[in-house]
Nanobody, 127 residues
Framework: QMRLAESGGGLVQPGGSLRLSCAAS????????IGWFRQAPGKEREGISC????????AYADSVKGRFTISRDNAKNTIYLQMNNLKPEDTAVYYC????????????????????WGQGTQVTVSW
């Protein structure tokens, strides 16, 4: 059974960068699509990025497109989310979650109802 652990969050000033990690264990990433999601205080959880292990397609929410990049390190069985030009509105708890590999990334981004959340990692963008 796939288990994911998020890390890399922290406090950063607007315009700064962070790289989040999503370390997988218990199963190979090859059998999944992996989505990054976030939940800001008082807001619903939203999907922001996805990478499909089937065809390596990626997808991004409009709010992060051009600033965030999702990638995979096969040797470390880890998914990364490089976040650049961070804004205060990016403040949230960030989660990664596995989804069935047959699910296209466009569907992964709207799959918050499928749950399977870890503990998440807090990202705070502030002066």
């Amino acid at each position: 059974q796939m288990r994911l652990a998020e890390s890399g969050g922290g406090l950063v000033q607007p315009g700064g960068s962070l790289r989040l990690s999503c370390a997988a264990s218990g199963a190979s990433l090859d059998d999944y699509a992996i989505g990054w999601f976030r939940q800001a205080p008082g807001k619903e959880r939203e999907g922001i990025s996805c990478i499909s292990m089937r065809d390596f397609n990626t997808a991004y929410a409009d709010s992060v497109k051009g600033r965030f990049t999702i990638s995979r390190d096969n040797a470390k069985n880890t998914i990364y989310l490089q976040m650049n030009n961070l804004k205060p509105e990016d403040t949230a708890v960030y989660y990664c979650a596995p989804r069935a590999v047959v699910l296209p990334c466009s569907m992964v981004l709207v799959s918050t109802h499928l749950g399977n959340w870890g503990q998440g990692t807090q990202v705070t963008v502030s002066w």
